[in-house]
């Protein structure tokens, strides 16, 4: 990802409201978390894994933060478990930032990641997440504030999905 479009989603995320960060980085959009992890505006906590980041991010959400969780698209299979008990029944909004390894838009797309890319958009409809493809920059900080919008409205996880140039 270009270093525009990684301060483009920082921003974006600043002035949807999100103050808190649980991460597990990956390749795609490893960009953000030095700018994340800079900015004094914003907590940041690395995670283990998913599942943990999921965690983390639900108690700050409860403690009154609004919190963002950033990870590649397998650790949606990894956290399934904490985005149903944690995000879905017990209604804690979350953002989900992440990378879409293997969807047909991603630039890096190899055997290796089509499977779990594949996959990806059935499994958040079978946890019954609601999410968005972002495959450019056209109104990046308008779509991340209508996920975070969308999440506090639903009262739980909502996905948004990293591809095409976002993947490069």
């Known amino acids: ?13 600043k002035s949807a409201g999100i103050n808190f960060v649980t991460y597990l980085p990956e390749t795609r959009l490893s960009q953000i978390v ?7 505006g914003m907590e940041s906590i690395a995670a283990a894994s998913e599942q943990e980041a999921v965690t983390i991010a639900a108690g700050a959400t409860l403690g009154g933060k609004c919190a963002a969780v950033y990870m590649e698209n397998t650790g949606i299979y990894v956290s399934s478990y904490s985005l149903l008990t ?11 930032v992440v990378g879409y390894l293997g969807g ?30 972002l495959e450019d920059g056209e109104k990046l900080e ?22 095409g140039e976002f993947s490069s």
Do not use: C, W
Not at 87 to 96: A, I, T
Not at 105 to 117: K, P
Not at 142 to 163: I, M, T
């Open 34 to 40: 030095p700018l994340i992890r800079d900015d004094p």
């Open 104 to 133: 047909v838009a991603d630039q890096r797309n190899s055997f290796l990641y089509a499977t779990i890319g594949k996959h990806t958009v059935p499994v958040l409809v079978g946890l019954g997440i609601d999410y968005m493809i």
């Open 86 to 96: 944690v995000g879905k029944q017990l209604g804690v909004p979350l953002l989900l």
């Open 1 to 13: 990802m270009k270093d525009e479009l990684a301060k483009r989603l920082v921003q974006g995320l």
């Open 142 to 163: 308008v779509k991340v504030n209508d996920a975070v919008r969308a999440a506090n409205s639903l009262r739980g996880p909502f996905a948004l999905l990293f591809a």
